[in-house]
């Protein structure tokens, strides 16, 4: 089997020595730059990421020789296993993919990298996007430069960002009026994830709206149940009548989502009383 083989294939149906195919591809500098293109974005999923595929990713990442493209990828797939391993820590190293010595490298050389204004900006904006999921305090003054810069692509970036990090609500709010869609897009998911009562409206609005993208449509449904689930399903129910099988499962998902966090809240609730 060789690395293209394993394209077609979900990874939990990858076949034990995945990682060793793709380590041996991202290894190899003789490689098709398609190739090696490839391993470094399966090399990331969490079924195969170990310290080795991770090491290798790094090398890539940290050699100007390698295109940028290719140290793009390799950026942007260290990213999840840096966010495993901060949100599980290492009480339990089964629980972790990377181990706690690679985690603090990683963490490390993307900071250097992002510091490093000589590092192409092709190559630092995936570097910023993928160390701020394992989040420091250096991220707070790089994104909020990120986002007051003219140039859109920093600017997106910043909104990426912000879904990691707490303290932006009013740049959340502020990046829901754009006009750009990927960066509304990103917004949305950060609107969410920190539950901005005041991003309501625009939610509404874009769920409301037939004119909304698809891609947004599906950003606003799940943030709806974040940020109102006791109403959420009274703007979504409607959406079930979608012909759009992906919008009437995200509806699904993000109505199941409210019910749950409607009765955690009431278990909470309940709780208080009879410790009162």
Same mark, same amino acid.
């Given at each position: 089997?060789?690395?293209?083989?394993?394209?077609?294939?979900?990874? /939990?149906? /990858?076949?034990?020595?995945?990682?060793?195919?793709?380590?041996?591809?991202?290894?190899? &500098?003789? !490689?098709?730059?398609?190739?090696?293109?490839?391993?470094?974005?399966?090399?990331? &999923?969490?079924?195969?990421?170990? &310290?080795?595929?991770?090491? #290798?990713?790094? @090398?890539? =990442?940290?050699?100007?020789? +390698?295109?940028?493209?290719?140290?793009?990828?390799?950026? *942007? @797939?260290?990213?999840?296993? =840096?966010?495993? #391993? %901060? *949100?599980?820590?290492?009480? %339990?190293?089964?629980?972790?993919?990377?181990? +706690?010595?690679?985690?603090?490298?990683?963490?490390?050389?993307?900071?250097?990298?992002?510091?490093?204004?000589?590092?192409?900006?092709?190559?630092?904006?995936?570097?910023?996007?993928? !160390?701020?999921?394992? !989040?420091?305090?250096?991220?707070?003054?790089?994104?909020?430069?990120?986002?007051?810069?003219?140039?859109?692509? /920093? $600017?997106?970036?910043?909104?990426?960002?912000?879904?990691?990090?707490?303290?932006?609500? $009013?740049?959340?709010?502020?990046?829901?009026?754009?006009?750009?869609?990927?960066?509304?897009?990103?917004?949305?998911?950060?609107?969410?994830?920190? +539950?901005?009562?005041?991003?309501?409206?625009?939610?509404?609005?874009?769920?409301?709206?037939?004119?909304?993208? $698809?891609?947004?449509?599906?950003?606003? *449904?799940?943030?709806?149940?974040?940020?109102?689930?006791?109403?959420?399903?009274?703007?979504?129910?409607?959406?079930?009548? !979608?012909?759009?099988? &992906?919008?009437?499962?995200?509806?699904?998902?993000?109505?199941?989502?409210?019910?749950?966090?409607?009765?955690?809240?009431?278990? #909470?609730?309940?709780?208080?009383?009879?410790?009162?």
């Amino acid at each position: 089997m060789n690395i293209r083989s394993l394209k077609d294939i979900p990874p /939990w149906q /990858w076949p034990k020595n995945a990682g060793k195919i793709i380590l041996g591809v991202l290894r190899n &500098d003789q !490689s098709d730059e398609s190739d090696r293109l490839l391993a470094a974005e399966l090399g990331g &999923d969490y079924v195969v990421i170990n &310290d080795d595929l991770a090491d #290798a990713l790094l @090398s890539i =990442l940290c050699n100007p020789r +390698e295109s940028n493209t290719l140290r793009r990828q390799a950026a *942007i @797939s260290l990213g999840p296993a =840096l966010e495993s #391993a %901060d *949100i599980d820590g290492f009480e %339990d190293p089964d629980d972790v993919p990377i181990t +706690e010595p690679m985690f603090l490298k990683i963490r490390k050389t993307l900071q250097t990298l992002y510091m490093d204004t000589e590092t192409p900006k092709q190559v630092r904006r995936p570097v910023l996007e993928a !160390s701020v999921r394992a !989040s420091e305090k250096w991220h707070e003054n790089a994104v909020a430069a990120a986002y007051r810069s003219d140039d859109v692509d /920093w $600017k997106l970036t910043a909104v990426f960002c912000m879904r990691y990090l707490r303290g932006f609500d $009013k740049q959340i709010l502020e990046s829901l009026e754009s006009q750009n869609p990927d960066i509304l897009y990103h917004a949305l998911f950060a609107a969410g994830n920190w +539950e901005i009562d005041a991003a309501w409206p625009h939610i509404a609005a874009l769920v409301a709206s037939e004119d909304t993208e $698809k891609e947004l449509l599906l950003a606003a *449904i799940e943030a709806a149940a974040f940020i109102r689930p006791h109403k959420a399903s009274e703007i979504l129910r409607p959406l079930l009548r !979608s012909d759009d099988d &992906d919008v009437v499962g995200a509806v699904h998902e993000a109505m199941a989502m409210a019910d749950a966090m409607n009765e955690d809240e009431e278990d #909470a609730d309940e709780n208080s009383k009879t410790f009162h």
